[in-house]
């Protein structure tokens, strides 16, 4: 009984949607606000999708030119970094690779130009393990590293932006200046030390901080650039970027040295990208918020339209709930139509953008997609059910606070003085 019951309230609903020669305007504002909602839910899909798309391959990316974890002294160098590598590794089974890394700064002159940056002085076998250095060397980069015999044959590979501001390419002689301190004759204590190295590789690694600053060498070269033995840390892999916390407390409690993991390195930029998001999702909800006062004032002018209508329901026995029902119904089912239009159309665009966003460029003879600025041979997407559902749970949420105003408005009308002034 109680089916059959609401199956009438939802019959009466759906009339109501339905257009009537004298009452086409209604039928339209309905169209415009299934098609406000559908609007919203579609655009909702589509910046979350590619703002979630673009986090993830910013992950990955970081992930790759990064160690996920990194092993360091706070006394100071590590000396004796075979024993330390061998201790972290016979420790945690989670780690595919490890290495030793030396950071330096340093001034990069090339003729007239000069510029400064950071040099990374790795064992190369084992640091192309633990991040896609290797895999980073543009085609025109040549070998990974070249292992010179006199410090003036020594190699280095250079970010590719790093390259461009001083005019380096593969061959290119470099004249690297450190702040090692050095002792000569007559002169005394002289701080900064000179030397020139051979470009043998340029990297692009896709991440604006590497490209732009960083450089690497291999260990020889390190230590005749700072003039003393052992590293400054430990790079390490593991099976499971994810685990890197984990690892981190274990090799801080049981080894005693400290750790810095890929996400604390980088924690403000992934905080960002978050708010970002949530930001991005609360203003474009209001496309669906005014969608749903679109609703709202339909339904008013439903009610009004249908206070005849209204009062014989009364009188023929239909309860205030059931009166309050039909209104909430009818803004639901609008809703609910918007909603899944919006569902499908916006899966479908956010699928196919990166054609959609040719097309548009084709048309207006510019690209929208830069991928030079970006990193990115395409706009990055990816589709997330739980984003899709807090989206699509949202859009009926505000659809249904929509319709409470107007069907209680309904639900008060006097069948008395409707049927007598109607």
């Known amino acids: 009984m109680q089916v059959n019951k609401v199956k009438f309230e939802a019959f009466i609903a759906l009339r109501y949607i339905r257009s009537k020669r004298r009452n086409r305007f209604i039928s339209l504002i309905s169209i415009i606000s299934i098609a406000g909602v559908s609007v919203g839910v579609i655009t909702l899909i589509v910046v979350m999708s590619v703002m979630t798309g673009f986090d993830i391959a910013l992950r990955e990316t970081i992930i790759g030119n990064r160690s996920h974890l990194t092993v360091y002294d706070p006394r100071g160098k590590i000396l004796d970094y075979e024993t330390v590598i061998a201790e972290i590794e016979s420790l945690c089974p989670e780690i595919v690779a490890s290495g030793p890394v030396v ?92 030397i020139w190295l051979t470009v043998s590789g340029i990297s692009h690694a896709k991440m604006s901080e590497f490209d732009e600053i960083y450089a690497f060498v291999d260990l020889s070269t390190a230590k005749m650039l700072t003039g003393e033995d052992g590293v400054d840390a430990v790079h390490v892999k593991l099976t499971n970027p994810f685990l890197a916390d984990i690892v981190a407390q274990k090799i801080r409690r049981e080894l005693g040295y400290r750790t810095k993991t890929w996400y604390e390195d980088q924690q403000a930029f992934f905080d960002a990208l978050r708010q970002e998001k949530l930001a991005m999702f609360i203003i474009l909800a209001f496309i669906i918020l005014v969608a749903a006062f679109n609703i709202t004032s339909t339904l008013i002018m439903v009610v009004m339209e249908k206070r005849r209508d209204i009062g014989i329901l009364r009188t023929l026995g239909s309860s205030t709930g059931s009166i309050l029902l039909i209104f909430i119904l009818q803004g639901l089912f609008i809703g609910i139509i918007g909603t899944l239009i ?61 319709t409470l105003y107007p069907a209680y408005s309904a639900a008060r009308v006097n069948p008395v003085d409707a049927i007598r002034y109607e």
């Open 342 to 402: 919006g569902l499908i159309l916006g899966i479908i665009i956010a699928m196919n953008i990166n054609p959609i966003a040719e097309f548009i460029a084709s048309l207006l003879g510019w690209d929208l997609f830069n991928s030079t600025i970006y990193y990115f041979e395409g706009i990055p997407v990816a589709i997330v059910p739980f984003d899709i559902a807090c989206i699509v749970l949202s859009a009926i949420v505000l659809t249904f606070l929509s």
């Open 103 to 194: 950071q330096i700064e340093a001034l990069f002159k090339n003729e007239d130009y000069t510029t400064g940056g950071l040099i990374l002085g790795v064992d190369v076998e084992r640091e192309s393990k633990v991040t896609d250095l290797a895999k980073n060397l543009t085609t025109e980069g040549g070998r990974i590293f070249g292992k010179g015999k006199l410090p003036g044959e020594k190699e280095i590979v250079l970010g590719y932006r790093l390259a461009n501001r001083i005019g380096a390419r593969v061959g290119s002689h470099l004249q690297v200046i450190t702040a090692r301190a050095t002792l000569r004759p007559l002169i005394g204590r002289q701080l900064g030390s000179q």
